[in-house]
């Protein structure tokens, strides 16, 4: 077995193993298994990591056997400068989240670890996935357990939003199937990514294709305007499941961009790249514009989310190596980003059981070591040098510049209102005087709230200040899809 099926079915196998834990005397066994199993599966992507080579932008760690051969439908599996990082990401989230459950989850304790370990396996399973039909199963497959986490371990609306959260991201996902099928009988019987990225299209066969794979990774990502479910889903998600959601899942959509959309249908991307960047301009000051006026943590960052990942979108649609690597460099320092802000929000809700900016003021004199976190991690959401969430802004502010300035000037309005939104709630949550007697009895994070936010800190400091292991490893697989993009397949 390799490396890449390691990453992906140890993950599910121990969380197969937890759900079969489920007796009251148990439950301190699951959480130290639970840990176990998510250290170990980050463990084995390790190898990923220091046996890549960086000079060739050919799939590595391959691994092809038959799956389902009467449809030759294969597991075949790789991972390249572009998939790699989030391989790791996953992985190291999942570590990140079952230390954070470890004492604020105290019902179906086996469930709940075990659907977060089973869901890292499925989301890397997508990562690394280059058949187009197992591609597919593990981008659904991954809806379940997520669909679990929050209608179980959600607020009081949380059967609302998780059916709003599958409906949605499950009828996006129809049109793609029509578009996987389709290809599949143009390229005679293949479901090789790599056959259908040569495949000669005509203009509207290409955009067809093109709205189809629009309709599944526009909602995931999400989009303007079909963001509508996301604000509602981390309401009522637990923190965990917000900060797997934000974190990773929503890459899920971006990713499918790179590995479908640009690649399978190059001339209609051109043809609509403004259409794109039209709707990702639109998220980044619109939806900047909507954060300002919310009352609710969890809501003013899940939009905010929205907003950061209209970057991404943007990134891949100016077509040059800037933008491109900018908008992944961005999906990755948006998974340590939004995860931080999303655990920084549910320390305080275990103590308060409140996200409303208003019950809270004043914060940093009872928690001041959760304070200086949380600060760093606000400044990191507003774009500030030195830290992860500048990295990727300023590569596709410098990419949309070089193709026109008025983007570029639009997209850069973004660090105006990110350090408005989030710099006004943390005023209002942390500084001032206490506000009333709840915050007054705060008190400060324990060992192992400082041990979780302290490896987020890291990372989101760690990538700010030295961001070129991230961008050698994606350099050479980036400009081979810009020059595959930038060859018409008009027959």
Same mark, same amino acid.
């Given at each position: 077995m390799g490396f890449l099926s390691l990453a992906i079915w140890m993950p599910i196998l121990f969380g197969v193993v937890l759900l079969a834990m489920g007796r009251e005397d148990q439950v301190r066994t699951v959480r130290w298994l639970a840990l176990f199993g998510a250290v170990l599966s980050l463990l084995v992507t390790l190898p990923l990591y220091l046996q890549f080579d960086i000079s060739t932008a050919a799939m590595q760690f391959v691994e092809l056997s038959p799956w389902i051969e009467r449809f030759n439908v294969n597991y075949h599996l790789g991972v390249d400068g572009i998939s790699l990082w989030f391989v790791l990401l996953t992985a190291f989230i999942n570590v990140i989240v079952v230390i954070a459950a470890w004492e604020v989850?105290?019902?179906?304790?086996?469930?709940?670890?075990?659907?977060?370990?089973?869901?890292?396996?499925?989301?890397?399973?997508?990562?690394?996935?280059?058949?187009?039909?197992?591609?597919?199963?593990?981008?659904?497959?991954?809806?379940?357990?997520?669909?679990?986490?929050?209608?179980?371990? $959600?607020?009081?609306?949380?059967?609302? #939003?998780?059916? &709003?959260?599958? @409906?949605?991201?499950?009828?996006?996902? +129809? !049109?793609?199937?029509?578009?996987?099928?389709?290809?599949?009988?143009?390229? $005679?019987?293949?479901?090789?990514?790599? #056959?259908?990225? &040569?495949?000669? @299209?005509?203009?509207?066969?290409?955009? +067809? !294709?093109?709205?189809?794979?629009?309709?599944?990774?526009?909602?995931?990502?999400?989009?303007?305007?079909?963001?509508?479910?996301?604000?509602?889903?981390?309401?009522?998600?637990?923190?965990?499941?917000?900060?797997?959601?934000?974190?990773?899942?929503?890459?899920?959509?971006?990713?499918?961009f790179l590995r479908f959309s640009l690649p399978i249908a190059p001339d209609a991307s051109h043809h609509w790249a403004g259409l794109m960047i039209g709707l990702s301009l639109v998220a980044v000051v619109y939806v900047g514009l909507v954060t300002l006026v919310q009352r609710d943590m969890k809501k003013l960052v899940a939009y905010s989310s929205v907003a950061h990942m209209g970057f991404v979108t943007l990134g891949f649609f100016i077509f040059n190596e800037l933008g491109v690597s900018g908008g992944i460099v961005q999906m990755i320092s948006h998974g340590f980003v939004s995860a931080a802000m999303f655990l920084s929000i549910g320390v305080l809700y275990d103590r308060m059981h409140s996200r409303e900016i208003a019950s809270y003021g004043g914060v940093v004199n009872t928690m001041p070591r959760f304070t200086a976190f949380a600060l760093l991690f606000v400044m990191a959401n507003c774009g500030l040098p030195g830290t992860a969430g500048f990295v990727g802004e300023w590569m596709v502010i410098l990419g949309a510049v070089k193709v026109n300035f008025w983007v570029g000037m639009a997209a850069a309005s973004a660090l105006i209102f990110g350090a408005a939104y989030s710099l006004w709630m943390f005023k209002r949550v942390y500084l001032g005087p206490v506000a009333n007697d709840h915050v007054k009895h705060l008190t400060d994070i324990n060992k192992r709230e400082f041990f979780f936010l302290a490896l987020l800190a890291i990372a989101v400091l760690y990538m700010g200040i030295y961001p070129k292991p991230f961008t050698d490893v994606m350099d050479v697989s980036v400009a081979e899809l810009l020059r595959h993009v930038a060859q018409s397949k008009l027959p």
């Open positions: 989850i105290t019902s179906r304790v086996n469930q709940y670890m075990g659907a977060f370990l089973i869901l890292s396996g499925l989301m890397i399973g997508v990562f690394c996935a280059l058949d187009g039909m197992l591609f597919y199963v593990f981008f659904e497959a991954t809806l379940i357990p997520m669909y679990l986490i929050i209608g179980i371990w $959600g607020g009081p609306n949380k059967i609302y #939003a998780s059916f &709003k959260f599958f @409906l949605y991201t499950l009828l996006g996902s +129809l !049109l793609m199937l029509v578009a996987l099928i389709y290809l599949y009988v143009q390229s $005679g019987s293949s479901f090789d990514l790599a #056959a259908w990225h &040569k495949l000669p @299209l005509d203009s509207t066969a290409q955009t +067809l !294709l093109f709205f189809a794979f629009l309709s599944a990774f526009a909602v995931k990502v999400p989009m303007w305007p079909v963001h509508t479910w996301l604000p509602d889903v981390h309401v009522e998600a637990p923190t965990g499941g917000s900060a797997v959601l934000a974190a990773i899942m929503l890459k899920l959509g971006a990713y499918g």
